[in-house]
Each structure stands twice: as structure tokens, then as C-alpha cells.
């Protein structure tokens, strides 16, 4: 089992910026990589951003990339997810969850946290 608690959403205005923190506990040795996800009131849960434990490779969805830095740090078993120059279109719950290889698919990934509310205001 790994637990995974996030944190850091909130209210922000179009520009503004927000770090989300991904703490996790538990077997994380298990889980190869650790992505973000984010779902809009009535639409889909996507993919976000990803980050591999090891090497700390990451990848990125088109939608966020060049605006939103995913990073770890291994000694704190946190994955954090810088978001700069927020829209509107942010708007979302944000999840993190962890995956044994490494994707962009919601299916392939096991544990998931409870999610944390971002609301971006033009």
C-alpha cells in the first residue's frame, strides 16, 4: 500500500502561480513513477505531469508544458508540481497518483490521494 496525500491548492488569479506537494508513505519503493492528474467538473480525469522516482525524468502534457515544473525530492518522498502562469482552464481538482512503469494513462496508475481544489480566476 502507498499513501499519498496532497496539498497546496487554492484560489489564484490568471498569472499567478501555486505549488502543489505530493506527500508519500508506505511502500513507495513499489511505484516507478509518480504523476499528477487533474479533473475539471464534468470531464475526465487527465494527465497532468509525471516524474520517475529514480532518475527524475519527467513528461509533460502539451496543455502545460513550458508553464508547470514537476520535480521530487526522494529524502522527503514528495513530488511537487510548480504551476506558473495559471488560466482559468486550471480550474480542476489535482490528484497525484503513483504507477510501477511510466505513463500517461489514469488506468496504469495504482494509488491515488484524496486530491487538492485549484481555482484560477481571470
Known amino acids: 500500500q502507498v499513501q499519498l496525500v496532497e496539498s497546496g491548492g487554492g484560489l489564484a488569479q490568471a498569472g499567478d502561480s501555486l505549488r502543489l506537494s505530493c506527500a508519500a508513505s508506505?511502500?513507495?519503493?513499489?511505484?516507478?513513477?509518480v504523476g499528477w492528474f487533474r479533473q475539471a467538473p464534468g470531464k475526465e480525469r487527465v494527465f497532468v505531469a509525471g516524474?520517475?522516482?529514480?532518475?527524475?525524468?519527467?513528461y509533460y502534457a502539451d496543455s502545460v508544458k513550458g508553464r508547470f515544473t514537476i520535480s521530487r525530492d526522494n529524502a522527503k518522498n514528495t513530488v511537487y508540481l510548480q504551476m506558473n502562469s495559471l488560466k482559468p482552464e486550471d480550474t480542476a481538482v489535482y490528484y497525484c497518483?503513483?504507477?510501477?512503469?511510466?505513463?500517461?494513462?489514469?488506468?496504469?496508475?495504482?494509488?491515488w490521494g484524496q486530491g487538492t481544489q485549484v481555482t484560477v480566476s481571470s
Open positions: 508506505g511502500r513507495t519503493f513499489s511505484s516507478y513513477a
Open positions: 497518483a503513483t504507477a510501477r512503469i511510466r505513463s500517461r494513462i489514469v488506468n496504469e496508475y495504482e494509488y
Open positions: 516524474i520517475t522516482w529514480s532518475a527524475g525524468s519527467s
